[in-house]
């Protein structure tokens, strides 16, 4: 090759061209290895043992460094010419991207390989190689880029020393990043040679990252590479030598999760690499022709270099396993790749060292939930020690293995039974993963706890429920303390078309130490489509801090509404914009003050909605009634066969309200007309309408609303609970009693009623609506009944219909 | 008492250097709505004339005294070291692939009269580039070494070490000195026996402003992209040096001449600005 010659155009000292010859058929490759250096754009992958920043451990920049160089070496071997960037690994090796492109310009490259690993930069995890060329894909902006890229994928792509998760995959830089317009890859950008950027594997994919760390497997990347140079150059039969190489692995050993947070792992990288192993060539006389010993880097990786062509042995041997041969055949400028998965040495016939539960009689019982747990001294065989597991009484469950194979997890499908003595036999007949049975069974017991499920108090939404579609509260309520930890993964909302909601976690509330039950509540982050149906997903995986779970998963199917929708030709009784003309009712005995009413802004109509927030006072019965009431009534009347209709919001406190309604007088007295509008058992606002079953001869007006204590648990505490506008639906004019022709009679010792139709039965209710007497049927026996006015109740239809009546 | 001498001394020799002020006196878009985006500009040494790169690859020669711009040529990679020679003629090199998928390179020149180039250095295998000369005297790099022929006696030198090379040298106006890059080290001013006169920063594409003073690019990457680039001005001699743009600007490719400075930016926008240096 000649020296660079300063060339005097023809114009002599008008300008000069400097030419570089090379001879005419030697290929020239730039390499460019990336940047240098050991900084925090260096792509540092902190793998154990090596902590963030130890040059030790995994850097992108050192890893390719060493391909660079060794495309270098092999590429000078195949008789090219190389220029390359850096040849240490120092932050002085920095170059800027216009430098780089620059020096390459200035070599007089033929081609230009610049020599990366990628990253996903998310959770997720792949591994596969990628090349890209400046331009569009399938329009390179430099003539032949793609045909370069072509031509080196597949060698790349046909590594065996790695797990592939996915195909490879070729692009112009301006098709890959549209973001960028048409700068793409600062590296590609104004390089005259035909030039490439290759992204050989990707190192955030943990194994890899162990792989990188072996000069064997970077030079074969180099090697790799040169045999795309050689199949762009039409240089593959210019080559007389191929290589050897391969991995390492055990043939069942798990590899370990050594990093702080668990690592995916792909096929055969599930496997222990085996380090330290030695690694011969032997030719057909069985002579050694090289040997490599695979590092201690968790990659198992093992090369042999400039190997002539002809068939040849690999022996593998390392101190804990059988040595293992393979036979292969090498071939001029071609690798051969050849993985080993070593059988371990084991001595000794296989013993439970370690079980769980651990149970003697006398002993405190064990928890229902409970898996057995064996460990052994050796790795176990999967089929003849799960087939040797014999529990009695029987008990369907699942088999997990851990720690290699030396930890056996048996975990029941559901919960032991309670009270219950379980016997387990592990029969003799288990066997290592050597295939040597156990000397004699292994035999435990263990006594269950009197409780195997967590129960169910209460969810919302619940079968059928219909939630107001505002961003909807979800709440489930069990016997016992939530483990809370992922427990958003067991506790789901779907739409209809199986997408999962998301919950705003930041106001979701767990119960604490000392609550009554266990609870999780939490909202959606965003509102729900009115109409439509909903899944609420509990996985039987929810526990308590026991680890007891549900008995059962369970999908409810809950439907979205609007309960503010517009409700028309009802008349607005109430609005409920003001706390003016409300006052909270006071106990007449014990004076109890221990509630308050607010003007809310959470409401469905108008500006505000009354908030009543109540505790009970337990030490009288009245106490476990609150209350609030008109100072002045509203001038509405309601009437047999009117509809009230109400807007309440609710935090399932499980306790029921009631709007009390006062007669207009009759006889002197009025009567106290309670309404019960049901358990808040739900969350969020909800519309009711409650058909109004009043005496047929009266008219009543508003008077207040109450709460009492329903559920002695989930209500005991009070709560809160708002109203917004109150309306009424005017009667129908139609009387089910009229309808059924009914005819009620009064006489000294029963109330009578005859109709056309099936009468259910009869209450009789004092002038405050408080039942006095019940009787199924079309009779009530009141001959000890206080003489009075009193109203019957009368269940027809499956309607009810109420008259006055004087008992005397 | 002798601190307070050293301070005072130190405060004299200060003087000067903060004295030095830049005036940005024009900044303007060059060929706004005639031309897309333009790369890699070459001024001729009276700043009359300026070559440039097209993204599809074309490179151009725009006259500002007419304000005409001609197509030089198509080669896509020939705008890359094109020049000016003393001739007023451009000459550059093209290249292309051969059927054995080597690159050949053709050594050109185009007259702007006749609009038409002729080829003065065989196509051949191997680098090639174009080099401006005046009175024969010229400055190039090859490898870590830079050359400079004055007077026909041809000089190489390293005066410092940097292993992926030297590039971009220039020789300065009056011909005393020579500005170059090395990978590594930055902007090194030697004098024409090789001495090191200045080392100016790890600064990129120098070109001479005036034989006093020196504008260069100053860019940032992640490995990938740019993520910063602004022009400097920088003095000969390493006392002193000033931003003529911002770092977030994205200014790149300096080049110099008749008292005009033009450049570019990352997507293209080309600018000519003219200074006054107040010393």
């Given at each position: 090759m000649k020296k660079s010659l300063l060339q005097l155009s023809m114009m002599a000292l008008l300008a000069v061209f400097t030419v570089n010859v090379v001879s005419a058929q030697q290929p020239h490759v730039y390499i460019n290895p990336g940047h240098g250096g050991y900084d925090s754009d260096d792509r540092n992958m902190v793998i154990y043992p090596f902590t963030q920043g130890d040059s030790a451990g995994s850097w992108e920049s050192k890893s390719n460094l060493r391909k660079g160089l060794a495309l270098k070496e092999i590429l000078e071997k195949k008789g090219y010419k190389t220029s390359i960037s850096r040849v240490t690994n120092t932050t002085a090796d920095d170059l800027a991207l216009s430098t780089i492109v620059a020096l390459c310009n200035q070599s007089g490259a033929d081609v230009f390989y610049s020599i990366h690993s990628n990253a996903t930069g998310t959770s997720a995890v792949n591994n596969f190689p990628m090349v890209f060329y400046r331009g569009y894909t399938g329009s390179p902006q430099v003539a032949n880029a793609d045909v370069l890229a072509a031509d080196l994928e597949p060698y790349l792509y046909a590594s065996q020393n790695t797990v592939w998760t996915h195909n490879y995959q070729i692009w112009g830089d301006w098709s890959f990043r549209p973001e960028w317009g048409t700068q793409g890859y600062g590296v590609l950008?104004?390089?005259?040679?035909v030039a490439n950027l290759s992204e050989g594997s990707f190192h955030d994919y943990i194994p890899e990252a162990y792989r990188l760390l072996s000069f064997y497997y970077c030079w074969m990347e180099g090697w790799n590479i040169s045999l795309g140079a050689d199949k762009y150059f039409n240089r593959l039969d210019n080559f007389g030598q191929g290589v050897v190489t391969g991995n390492v692995r055990d043939d069942r050993i798990k590899r370990l999760q050594e990093n702080p947070q668990p690592f995916i792992v792909y096929g055969d990288d599930n496997l222990m690499p085996i380090h330290d192993a030695t690694v011969r060539l032997l030719d057909a006389g069985g002579n050694e022709v090289q040997r490599c010993v695979t590092d201690t880097l968790r990659n198992g990786i093992y090369v042999f270099k400039y190997v002539n062509p002809g068939t040849y042995t690999v022996e593998v041997s390392s101190p804990k396993h059988f040595t293992q041969t393979a036979q292969v055949t090498v071939s001029a400028n071609a690798p051969t790749y050849q993985n080993f998965f070593l059988k371990r040495v084991r001595d000794t016939p296989p013993v439970v060292v370690d079980y769980s539960p651990v149970w003697h009689e006398g002993d405190p019982a064990v928890k229902c939930s409970t898996p057995i747990t064996l460990t052994f001294n050796w790795d176990m065989d999967d089929e003849t020690t799960c087939n040797a597991f014999r529990l009695d009484p029987p008990v369907e469950g699942t088999f997990e293995w851990q720690d290699s194979y030396y930890r056996l997890v048996f975990t029941p499908t559901d919960a032991f039974d309670v009270n219950t003595l379980y016997t387990l036999t592990l029969d003799k007949s288990a066997e290592h993963g050597g295939g040597t049975p156990m000397e004699e069974d292994f035999v435990m017991q263990f006594y269950t706890q009197k409780r195997n499920h967590l129960e169910e108090l209460a969810v919302f939404p619940y079968e059928g429920a219909q939630v107001h579609y505002k961003t909807p509260t979800v709440e489930l309520r069990v016997d016992s303390m939530l483990?809370?930890?992922?427990l958003f993964q067991r506790l789901r909302v779907l739409d209809s078309e199986g997408t999962e909601l998301a919950w705003n976690k930041r106001s979701i509330k767990y119960n604490k130490k000392g609550d009554d039950y266990g609870y999780i509540r939490v909202p959606l982050v965003k509102d729900i489509e009115p109409g439509k149906d909903y899944h609420l997903i509990l996985d039987v995986?929810?526990?308590?801090t026991a680890g007891i779970h549900l008995p059962a998963a369970r999908d409810i199917v809950f439907q979205g509404v609007d309960a503010g929708a517009d409700k028309p030709g009802m008349e607005v009784v109430e609005g409920f914009e003001s706390t003016d003309g409300f006052s909270v009712m006071v106990d007449p005995i014990t004076y109890y003050t221990g509630s308050e009413i607010t003007a809310s802004t959470d409401r469905l109509f108008g500006n505000k909605s009354l908030q009543f927030d109540y505790e009970f006072d337990f030490d009288v019965e009245t106490g476990r009634s609150q209350g609030f009431k008109f100072d002045e009534a509203p001038v509405v009347k309601f009437s047999r066969g009117d509809t009230l209709c109400i807007h309440v919001w609710g935090d399932m406190s499980y306790n029921i309200p009631s709007v009390i309604l006062l007669s207009t007088p009759y006889d002197g007295y009025s009567y106290v007309w309670p309404i019960e509008l049901g358990e808040i058992n739900f969350h969020g606002w909800r519309y009711l309408e409650i058909p109004l079953d009043l005496p047929a001869d009266s008219t009543f007006q508003l008077y207040g609303f109450t709460i009492r204590l329903y559920h002695p648990l989930m209500g005991k505490n009070g709560g809160t609970i708002k109203f917004d506008n109150l309306l009424k639906k005017a009667?129908?004019?139609?009387?089910e009693a009229r309808l059924a022709n009914m005819q009620l009679t009064v006489n000294d010792d029963y109330i009578v009623v005859s109709a056309d139709t099936w009468v259910q039965g009869l209450e009789l209710l004092d002038i405050n609506g408080r039942n006095v007497k019940a009787a199924g049927g079309n009779c009530l026996n009141v001959a000890d009944v206080e003489p009075g006015i009193y109203l019957v109740r009368v269940h027809i239809n499956g309607r009810t219909t109420t008259q006055k009546v004087a008992i005397k | 008492m002798k601190r307070m001498l050293i301070v005072m001394l130190a405060a004299v020799v200060m003087l000067p250097v903060m004295a030095q002020e830049v005036e940005v006196v024009s900044r303007q878009r060059l060929l706004e709505g005639v031309e897309g985006p333009a790369y890699y500009p070459v001024l001729d040494n009276a700043g009359e004339r300026l070559l440039f790169t097209t993204e599809g690859g074309a490179l151009k020669l725009h006259d500002f005294a007419d304000g005409v711009t001609t197509v030089?040529?198509?080669?896509?990679?020939?705008?890359?070291d094109a020049c000016f020679g003393r001739d007023g003629k451009v000459y550059f090199v093209t290249q292309s692939v051969g059927e054995d998928h080597l690159v050949y390179r053709t050594g050109q020149c185009y007259d702007a009269k006749t609009r038409k180039a002729n080829v003065v250095t065989p196509t051949r295998h191997g680098a090639m580039r174009a080099v401006p000369a005046e009175q024969g005297d010229a400055a190039w790099t090859e490898g870590s070494r830079v050359h400079v022929t004055v007077g026909g006696e041809e000089r190489v030198f390293s005066p410092v070490d940097s292993w992926a090379g030297y590039l971009w040298a220039s020789l300065s106006p009056d011909g005393q000195r020579v500005a170059f890059f090395a990978a590594g080290k930055g902007i090194v001013v030697i004098d024409l026996r090789g001495q090191v006169v200045a080392m100016l920063g790890n600064y990129e594409m120098p070109c001479w402003y005036n034989n006093n003073y020196i504008v260069a690019q100053n860019a940032k990457d992640d490995g990938h992209q740019f993520t910063s680039s602004q022009l400097l001005l920088l003095k000969a001699d390493g006392t002193w040096q000033t931003e003529l743009t911002k770092p977030a600007s994205m200014t790149m490719q300096p080049t110099c001449g008749g008292g005009k400075i033009v450049y570019t930016t990352i997507d293209g926008l080309l600018y000519e600005m003219e200074i006054n240096i107040y010393e």
């Amino acid at each position: 090759m000649k020296k660079s010659l300063l060339q005097l155009s023809m114009m002599a000292l008008l300008a000069v061209f400097t030419v570089n010859v090379v001879s005419a058929q030697q290929p020239h490759v730039y390499i460019n290895p990336g940047h240098g250096g050991y900084d925090s754009d260096d792509r540092n992958m902190v793998i154990y043992p090596f902590t963030q920043g130890d040059s030790a451990g995994s850097w992108e920049s050192k890893s390719n460094l060493r391909k660079g160089l060794a495309l270098k070496e092999i590429l000078e071997k195949k008789g090219y010419k190389t220029s390359i960037s850096r040849v240490t690994n120092t932050t002085a090796d920095d170059l800027a991207l216009s430098t780089i492109v620059a020096l390459c310009n200035q070599s007089g490259a033929d081609v230009f390989y610049s020599i990366h690993s990628n990253a996903t930069g998310t959770s997720a995890v792949n591994n596969f190689p990628m090349v890209f060329y400046r331009g569009y894909t399938g329009s390179p902006q430099v003539a032949n880029a793609d045909v370069l890229a072509a031509d080196l994928e597949p060698y790349l792509y046909a590594s065996q020393n790695t797990v592939w998760t996915h195909n490879y995959q070729i692009w112009g830089d301006w098709s890959f990043r549209p973001e960028w317009g048409t700068q793409g890859y600062g590296v590609l950008r104004g390089n005259r040679a035909v030039a490439n950027l290759s992204e050989g594997s990707f190192h955030d994919y943990i194994p890899e990252a162990y792989r990188l760390l072996s000069f064997y497997y970077c030079w074969m990347e180099g090697w790799n590479i040169s045999l795309g140079a050689d199949k762009y150059f039409n240089r593959l039969d210019n080559f007389g030598q191929g290589v050897v190489t391969g991995n390492v692995r055990d043939d069942r050993i798990k590899r370990l999760q050594e990093n702080p947070q668990p690592f995916i792992v792909y096929g055969d990288d599930n496997l222990m690499p085996i380090h330290d192993a030695t690694v011969r060539l032997l030719d057909a006389g069985g002579n050694e022709v090289q040997r490599c010993v695979t590092d201690t880097l968790r990659n198992g990786i093992y090369v042999f270099k400039y190997v002539n062509p002809g068939t040849y042995t690999v022996e593998v041997s390392s101190p804990k396993h059988f040595t293992q041969t393979a036979q292969v055949t090498v071939s001029a400028n071609a690798p051969t790749y050849q993985n080993f998965f070593l059988k371990r040495v084991r001595d000794t016939p296989p013993v439970v060292v370690d079980y769980s539960p651990v149970w003697h009689e006398g002993d405190p019982a064990v928890k229902c939930s409970t898996p057995i747990t064996l460990t052994f001294n050796w790795d176990m065989d999967d089929e003849t020690t799960c087939n040797a597991f014999r529990l009695d009484p029987p008990v369907e469950g699942t088999f997990e293995w851990q720690d290699s194979y030396y930890r056996l997890v048996f975990t029941p499908t559901d919960a032991f039974d309670v009270n219950t003595l379980y016997t387990l036999t592990l029969d003799k007949s288990a066997e290592h993963g050597g295939g040597t049975p156990m000397e004699e069974d292994f035999v435990m017991q263990f006594y269950t706890q009197k409780r195997n499920h967590l129960e169910e108090l209460a969810v919302f939404p619940y079968e059928g429920a219909q939630v107001h579609y505002k961003t909807p509260t979800v709440e489930l309520r069990v016997d016992s303390m939530l483990d809370t930890y992922n427990l958003f993964q067991r506790l789901r909302v779907l739409d209809s078309e199986g997408t999962e909601l998301a919950w705003n976690k930041r106001s979701i509330k767990y119960n604490k130490k000392g609550d009554d039950y266990g609870y999780i509540r939490v909202p959606l982050v965003k509102d729900i489509e009115p109409g439509k149906d909903y899944h609420l997903i509990l996985d039987v995986d929810i526990a308590d801090t026991a680890g007891i779970h549900l008995p059962a998963a369970r999908d409810i199917v809950f439907q979205g509404v609007d309960a503010g929708a517009d409700k028309p030709g009802m008349e607005v009784v109430e609005g409920f914009e003001s706390t003016d003309g409300f006052s909270v009712m006071v106990d007449p005995i014990t004076y109890y003050t221990g509630s308050e009413i607010t003007a809310s802004t959470d409401r469905l109509f108008g500006n505000k909605s009354l908030q009543f927030d109540y505790e009970f006072d337990f030490d009288v019965e009245t106490g476990r009634s609150q209350g609030f009431k008109f100072d002045e009534a509203p001038v509405v009347k309601f009437s047999r066969g009117d509809t009230l209709c109400i807007h309440v919001w609710g935090d399932m406190s499980y306790n029921i309200p009631s709007v009390i309604l006062l007669s207009t007088p009759y006889d002197g007295y009025s009567y106290v007309w309670p309404i019960e509008l049901g358990e808040i058992n739900f969350h969020g606002w909800r519309y009711l309408e409650i058909p109004l079953d009043l005496p047929a001869d009266s008219t009543f007006q508003l008077y207040g609303f109450t709460i009492r204590l329903y559920h002695p648990l989930m209500g005991k505490n009070g709560g809160t609970i708002k109203f917004d506008n109150l309306l009424k639906k005017a009667s129908s004019g139609v009387d089910e009693a009229r309808l059924a022709n009914m005819q009620l009679t009064v006489n000294d010792d029963y109330i009578v009623v005859s109709a056309d139709t099936w009468v259910q039965g009869l209450e009789l209710l004092d002038i405050n609506g408080r039942n006095v007497k019940a009787a199924g049927g079309n009779c009530l026996n009141v001959a000890d009944v206080e003489p009075g006015i009193y109203l019957v109740r009368v269940h027809i239809n499956g309607r009810t219909t109420t008259q006055k009546v004087a008992i005397k | 008492m002798k601190r307070m001498l050293i301070v005072m001394l130190a405060a004299v020799v200060m003087l000067p250097v903060m004295a030095q002020e830049v005036e940005v006196v024009s900044r303007q878009r060059l060929l706004e709505g005639v031309e897309g985006p333009a790369y890699y500009p070459v001024l001729d040494n009276a700043g009359e004339r300026l070559l440039f790169t097209t993204e599809g690859g074309a490179l151009k020669l725009h006259d500002f005294a007419d304000g005409v711009t001609t197509v030089v040529t198509q080669d896509y990679v020939a705008g890359r070291d094109a020049c000016f020679g003393r001739d007023g003629k451009v000459y550059f090199v093209t290249q292309s692939v051969g059927e054995d998928h080597l690159v050949y390179r053709t050594g050109q020149c185009y007259d702007a009269k006749t609009r038409k180039a002729n080829v003065v250095t065989p196509t051949r295998h191997g680098a090639m580039r174009a080099v401006p000369a005046e009175q024969g005297d010229a400055a190039w790099t090859e490898g870590s070494r830079v050359h400079v022929t004055v007077g026909g006696e041809e000089r190489v030198f390293s005066p410092v070490d940097s292993w992926a090379g030297y590039l971009w040298a220039s020789l300065s106006p009056d011909g005393q000195r020579v500005a170059f890059f090395a990978a590594g080290k930055g902007i090194v001013v030697i004098d024409l026996r090789g001495q090191v006169v200045a080392m100016l920063g790890n600064y990129e594409m120098p070109c001479w402003y005036n034989n006093n003073y020196i504008v260069a690019q100053n860019a940032k990457d992640d490995g990938h992209q740019f993520t910063s680039s602004q022009l400097l001005l920088l003095k000969a001699d390493g006392t002193w040096q000033t931003e003529l743009t911002k770092p977030a600007s994205m200014t790149m490719q300096p080049t110099c001449g008749g008292g005009k400075i033009v450049y570019t930016t990352i997507d293209g926008l080309l600018y000519e600005m003219e200074i006054n240096i107040y010393e």
